[in-house]
């Protein structure tokens, strides 16, 4: 019995190919729509990544301040009456010595490259266009208030934008950090109620973003910390320092 094969090659040739493509109409139409899309969520997405960066940079220099504050304390003997607050209530009874004594302590852990006292814009230690006033800020929300309570605001809290260039004593950190004293008479004590810009001389330079109230306080408990303790305000948009503290573990 004759058993025969037949083979069948496919070549190149031998077949047709069906080759799909898309029209410049389509390929711009979606160029278009990935175009859209990114304009809508890029500028969400890098305000919440500026956010999150100087909320970073917050808790950095809340963390530095207060082991600096804390370690003052501790090597002074364990007490001090250069605090904002004394157990619920504003101090007025800060006495030079005291708070001299707690400075001296306190600079051996915060180390200060520059000091402009009463010539913080013209010492350029704050950014050239310097910060809004806390009138200013207050107003915002409260667009009804009277020229005389304007003027209880700023006797309150001492932030308006004549005193922070030409009045508060001011240092900078070796990172840039500021800290905006609410007095301008002394630059030997130690600030125990400022305005505290997180990331210098960069910006926005807006309360709430990069600028934060802080008071050093003793508590009814007879406990030291750092928190805010009035004028604490922030622009639309920003986060109160009161809010960044409960945040800071989150």
Same mark, same amino acid.
């Given at each position: ?8 090659v @496919? ?9 799909? =493509? ?10 278009g729509i990935? /175009?859209? &899309?990114a304009a809508?969520?890029l ?6 990544y500026?956010?999150m960066?100087?909320k970073?940079?917050?808790?950095? &220099?809340?963390?530095?301040? +207060? !082991? ?7 090597d002074?003997?364990g007490?001090t009456?250069?605090?904002?607050? @004394?157990?619920?209530k504003?101090?007025s009874?800060? #006495? ?5 004594a707690?400075?001296?302590?306190l ?5 200060f490259?520059?000091v402009?006292?009463?010539? =913080?814009? %013209?010492?350029?230690c704050i950014p050239?266009a310097?910060?809004?006033? @806390? +009138? ?6 409260h667009?009804d ?5 304007v /003027? !209880?605001?700023?006797? *309150? ?5 004549? !005193? ?6 001011v240092?900078v950190?070796?990172? /840039? ?7 301008? *008479?002394?630059n030997?004590? =130690?600030?125990? =109620? ?6 210098g001389?960069? /910006? ?9 109230k ?6 009814k408990?007879?406990? @030291?910390?750092?928190?805010?303790a ?9 986060? #109160?320092? %009161?809010d ?7």
């Amino acid at each position: 019995m004759k058993i025969s094969f037949t083979f069948f090659v @496919y070549t190149a040739e031998s077949r047709t190919l069906k080759k799909s =493509a898309f029209t410049l109409a389509e390929v711009l139409i979606t160029l278009g729509i990935i /175009g859209v &899309v990114a304009a809508m969520t890029l500028p969400v997405l890098t305000q919440k990544y500026q956010k999150m960066v100087l909320k970073n940079q917050y808790k950095k &220099v809340y963390s530095t301040l +207060s !082991q600096a504050y804390s370690k003052a304390v501790f090597d002074i003997g364990g007490d001090t009456g250069c605090v904002h607050v @004394y157990e619920g209530k504003q101090n007025s009874t800060n #006495t030079a010595s005291e708070c001299k004594a707690f400075g001296n302590e306190l600079r051996k852990s915060l180390k200060f490259i520059k000091v402009c006292q009463g010539n =913080a814009l %013209a010492g350029k230690c704050i950014p050239p266009a310097s910060y809004k006033s @806390y +009138s200013e800020v207050y107003k915002e929300f409260h667009p009804d208030m009277s020229e005389n309570e304007v /003027g !209880q605001l700023e006797s *309150d809290c001492p932030y308006n934008k004549s !005193q922070i260039n030409n009045r508060n004593t001011v240092y900078v950190f070796n990172d /840039g950090t500021i800290i905006i004293d609410s007095r301008g *008479d002394r630059n030997d004590y =130690a600030p125990y =109620a400022f305005l505290v810009d997180v990331n210098g001389q960069k /910006g926005p330079n807006k309360w709430g973003y990069d600028l934060f109230k802080l008071s050093f306080v003793k508590e009814k408990n007879k406990q @030291y910390r750092l928190m805010p303790a009035g004028c604490d305000v922030t622009e639309k948009g920003g986060t #109160t320092s %009161a809010d960044m503290l409960k945040n800071m573990h989150i």
